[in-house]
C-alpha cells in the first residue's frame, strides 16, 4: 500500500468548510483513496473513496489532483460533530486497510 | 452505509479466562472481515483477516493461537482472546466487507479490560 502523509491536527469553525489534505505522492495505478474518520471510542466510519475524478457524497466532497499524489477532503459545513481523527488510506479496491496516525480535526463553535 | 454489529461493546474479564467477540453484518454478506486492535492514543493496528469458510490470516507478531478468528458464515465473525491478560486490554474492532463492495464498514468496537 502506499504511504500516506496528513497533518497531525487542524481546526476549523463550526460552519465553514474543513478541508483536510492528504500526500501520497507514490499511489500506483490502481489503487484508490479511502477516507475514513474515528470519532473517540467508536469504530471508524466510512466517508468516501476514489480512484481518479472527484466524488460527492452526503457527507464530504473529495478532490484528487490530476497527478493523483495528493487529494483534499472537503466537509463543507463543519458541525461539532465532525470532530474526530480522519484517515486517509491508499490500498486496491477491496483489500485491507492499513490506518496511519491520521488528521485530528477540532471544529471550534 | 452498511451496518456492521459487534458485541459485546465493553467486558471486563479475568486475568486466565477467555473473552469472545462477535461481529456481524447485518444487511450484506461479508466474503472477508478484518480485526483490528486499537491502543489508547495509537491508531489501528490490523491483526487479522479472515475469508468465509478459511483460515484466518494473521499479521505478524499476533499469536493465532491466542486470538482465534473463527468466520463460519457470511454474516459472522468471532475473535476470541484465550488465556486473556491485564497486557491484552485494548479497544478491538471489526470490519466488515462483501465481495460487491470496495470499501469496508465497521463495528462500533469492544472495549476489553482484562483485570
Known amino acids: 500500500d502506499a504511504k500516506t502523509t496528513q497533518p497531525p491536527s487542524m481546526d476549523c469553525a463550526e460552519g465553514r468548510a474543513a478541508n483536510l489534505p492528504c500526500n501520497h505522492s507514490t499511489i500506483s495505478g490502481n489503487e484508490y483513496v479511502y477516507w475514513y474518520r474515528q470519532i473517540h471510542s467508536q469504530g471508524p466510519q466510512y466517508i468516501i473513496h476514489?480512484?481518479?475524478n472527484n466524488e460527492t457524497n452526503e457527507m464530504a466532497s473529495l478532490i484528487i489532483t490530476e497527478d493523483r499524489k495528493s487529494s483534499t477532503l472537503i466537509l463543507p459545513h463543519a458541525t461539532l460533530r465532525d470532530t474526530a481523527v480522519y484517515y486517509c488510506i491508499v490500498t486496491l479496491s477491496g483489500s485491507r486497510l492499513t490506518f496511519g496516525e491520521g488528521t485530528q480535526l477540532t471544529v471550534n463553535p | 452505509g452498511a451496518v456492521v454489529s459487534q458485541h459485546p461493546s465493553r467486558v471486563i474479564c479475568k486475568s486466565g479466562t477467555s473473552v469472545k467477540i462477535e461481529c456481524r453484518s447485518l444487511d450484506f454478506q461479508a466474503t472477508t472481515m478484518f480485526w483490528y486492535r486499537q491502543f489508547p492514543k495509537q491508531s489501528l493496528m490490523l491483526m487479522a483477516t479472515s475469508n468465509e469458510g478459511s483460515k484466518a490470516t494473521y499479521e505478524q507478531g499476533v499469536e493465532k493461537d491466542k486470538f482465534l478468528i473463527n468466520h463460519a458464515s457470511l454474516t459472522l465473525s468471532t475473535l476470541t482472546v484465550t488465556s486473556a491478560h491485564p497486557e491484552d486490554s485494548s479497544f478491538y474492532i471489526c470490519s466488515a466487507q462483501s465481495s460487491m463492495n470496495t470499501e469496508a464498514f465497521f463495528g462500533q468496537g469492544t472495549r476489553l479490560t482484562v483485570v
Open positions: 476514489g480512484l481518479k
